[in-house]
C-alpha cells in the first residue's frame, strides 16, 4: 500500500553537507521529495553542496536545478539560509561575509541554542591532503565519482535479480585501516578544538559519515555531531524541541510519499543557473 503524504513538519534546524550536486552520485530526487517534506526555521547547507570541482553543463540534471530552486524558495518563506563552504565548492569562500536578507554565506557559524553554542564548519580545514596535495585530492574526487557510477550499474543489476543494493565506497572506506584512522583522527581533531573553546556542539561535514557521539578528554567533553552526505547515505542532522537526531531518507516513509512532477516545467536549466549566479554577483559587487 502506497502511503499517502500527510503535510510538512517543522523542524528548527536542519543541516545538511556533501550533497555534490553536478555529479552522478548525488541523489536529487531523495533530497528534493526530504526538502519538500519539512518546513526549516533554519537550513544551514555545510558545504559541498555544488560540486564545483566537477560541475559541467552536460550532466545538471534538472533535479539537481530544482533543489537549487526549492532552496532559494525557502528564503521567501520566513526560513534562513546558510551556506557555509567545504573543499568543493570552495571558490564561494571569496564570498564568505556576505548577506541578503534570510540568506547568508560564510565559512562557519556558532549557533545559541538553548543556551548552549553549536559550533559549525565543513571539516576540510583538518584535511592534510587538501591542505597539501589538492591535485590528488582533486583527482580521488573524479574517481570516488566513477566509484559511484559503477555502482548505480551494478545496484541496477542486482535488483532485477531481487538481491539487496551494496555501497562499494562505503565497503572500500570501512575495509581500508587508514581511512578508518583517518575518521577517529578527524573527530578527535574538531573535538579538541571544540572543548578548548567552550562549544557544547561542534558540528561538520566533509567525512560522509553520520555521527552524534559525545567525545571525552582530559578537558572536557563536547557533543560531536556529522550530517553525513547525499551520495550514500541520503542523511541530515535535524534539531527540534531541543534535541538532535540524524535524518535518514531511507527510514522515512512520510518523505517517499512525498509526489514530484513527472515532468518538471521546462525552463532552461542552464539560463536559470546562469541568472542565479548573475543575480549573485550583482548584488555582491
Not at 85 to 112: C, P, Q, W, Y
Request: net charge positive.
Amino acid at each position: 500500500m502506497v502511503k499517502k503524504f500527510k503535510g510538512k513538519r517543522d523542524v528548527d534546524v536542519v543541516i545538511l553537507s556533501d550533497i555534490h550536486l553536478g555529479t552522478y552520485g548525488c541523489h536529487a530526487t531523495e533530497l528534493l521529495k526530504y526538502l519538500k517534506s519539512i518546513n526549516p526555521k533554519r537550513l544551514i547547507l555545510n558545504g559541498d553542496i555544488i560540486d564545483m570541482w566537477q560541475f559541467s553543463t552536460r550532466f545538471w540534471p534538472k533535479t539537481h536545478m530544482q533543489v537549487i530552486k526549492h532552496i532559494t524558495g525557502l528564503m521567501t518563506k520566513n526560513s534562513r539560509v546558510i551556506y557555509l563552504t567545504g573543499n568543493h565548492d570552495e571558490m564561494l569562500r571569496k564570498f564568505a561575509g556576505f548577506k541578503l536578507g534570510s540568506f547568508s554565506i560564510d565559512n562557519k557559524a556558532v549557533l545559541k541554542l538553548n543556551s548552549k553554542k553549536a559550533w559549525v564548519f565543513h571539516g576540510d580545514i583538518f584535511d592534510v591532503t587538501m591542505k597539501h596535495a589538492r591535485w590528488l585530492a582533486k583527482l580521488g574526487a573524479v574517481g570516488y565519482d566513477l566509484l559511484i557510477l559503477i555502482n548505480t550499474i551494478v545496484n541496477r543489476i542486482l535488483e532485477r535479480f531481487g538481491r539487496d543494493k551494496i555501497s562499494l565506497s562505503k565497503k572500500i572506506k570501512d575495509s581500508v585501516k587508514k581511512a578508518v584512522q583517518f575518521v577517529d583522527n578527524f573527530e578527535i581533531t574538531a573535538a579538541e578544538i571544540a572543548i578548548d573553546n567552550g562549544y557544547d556542539y561542534v558540528i561538520c561535514g566533509h567525512i560522509h559519515k553520520p555521527t552524534i557521539k559525545t567525545i571525552e578528554t582530559a578537558k572536557g567533553k563536547v557533543t560531536y555531531l556529522n550530517s553525513g552526505d547525499w551520495v550514500e547515505n541520503l542523511t541530515s542532522l535535524e534539531y527540534h524541541e531541543g534535541k538532535w537526531r540524524i535524518y535518514h531518507f531511507r527510514e522515512d516513509p512520510h518523505a517517499r510519499a512525498v509526489k514530484l512532477p513527472k515532468r518538471f516545467k521546462r525552463s532552461d536549466t542552464k539560463e536559470v543557473f546562469e541568472e542565479l549566479v548573475e543575480s549573485f554577483l550583482i548584488r555582491k559587487s
